[in-house]
C-alpha cells in the first residue's frame, strides 16, 4: 500500500504525514507513507486544497487534518 | 489547482461548458466569477471521469455553484452521478435565453446577467434539511 500526502509542506500537511505514519504504525501494516510537496504534481490529481489524503493513488480526503483513528479506517 | 493551503475552498463553481451559444454563456459565467474572486472553477469533466482528488476537493467545498446553459442539465446531473448536489443552480435557458449554435461572439448582456443571479443566489444562507 502507498499513502501519499499532498501539501507543500504546511503544518497541518507535516501533521497528517505524522498521523498516517502512526496510524500504519498502529495497524502493523506494509504500507509506504510519503510526501508530495511538488504543487505540479498536487495539481495533476486534481486536488484543489491541501492537505489531501490518497491511497494506492486515490484521493480519499481534501483540505482536512485526518486523525489517527480516521486513517486507520480508510486503511484498514 | 491547490492554490490554498489547509482551508477548504468557501465555493467551487462548475459550469457544463457546452458547445451551444448558452454553454458557452455558461463557461463564461463562471470564468468571470472565479476572476471576480467569487469562487473557484473546476473542471466537471474531472467530476464525470471520477477523479478523485476532484471529487474529494467537491465534497470538501462549503458551496457547490453550477451554471446549466439548457435543460439537457448536464452540470446538475453529472454532480449528482456522483453523489453531490449543487447548493446553488443557475439554468440559463429558464432565463429566456434561446439554445442555438454558437456563432463565436459572446453574449456579454447574457453573461452578466447569469453571473448577477448567481451572486444573488451565493449571499443567500444554504438551506440545510432537517430530517
Do not use: W
Not at chain 1, 498536487?42 to 483513528?69: E, R, Y
Not at chain 2, 476572476?35 to 457547490?64: F, T
Amino acid at each position: 500500500m502507498k499513502i501519499e500526502i499532498l501539501g507543500t509542506g504546511c503544518a497541518k500537511c507535516k501533521k497528517l504525514f505524522e498521523n498516517a505514519q502512526e496510524a500504519v504504525k498502529n495497524l502493523g501494516t506494509s504500507a509506504d507513507v510519503v510526501k508530495v510537496e511538488d504543487i505540479q504534481l498536487i495539481m495533476n490529481a486534481g486536488v484543489m486544497m491541501t492537505p489531501a489524503f490518497a491511497v494506492d493513488g486515490k484521493v480519499k480526503s481534501v483540505g482536512k487534518v485526518l486523525s489517527v483513528d480516521e486513517i486507520k479506517k480508510i486503511i484498514s | 489547482m491547490a492554490e490554498e493551503c489547509c482551508s477548504p475552498s468557501e465555493i467551487l463553481i462548475f459550469t457544463c461548458s457546452g458547445s451551444s451559444n448558452v454553454g458557452q454563456v455558461a463557461n463564461q459565467a463562471a470564468v468571470d466569477l472565479q476572476q471576480e474572486g467569487i469562487g473557484k472553477m473546476l473542471c466537471l469533466a474531472g467530476i464525470g471521469g471520477h477523479v478523485s482528488g476532484m471529487i474529494a476537493s467537491a465534497q470538501s467545498a462549503k458551496r457547490l455553484v453550477g451554471i446549466d446553459g439548457c435543460s439537457v442539465a448536464c452540470t446538475k446531473k453529472t454532480m449528482e452521478h456522483v453523489g453531490l448536489s449543487l447548493t446553488d443552480y443557475v439554468l440559463i435557458t429558464a432565463l429566456g435565453y434561446e439554445k442555438g449554435p454558437y456563432s463565436g461572439t459572446m453574449d456579454k448582456k447574457a453573461v452578466d446577467k447569469i453571473k448577477d443571479e448567481m451572486k444573488k443566489q451565493i449571499v443567500k444562507p444554504i438551506k440545510i434539511e432537517v430530517k
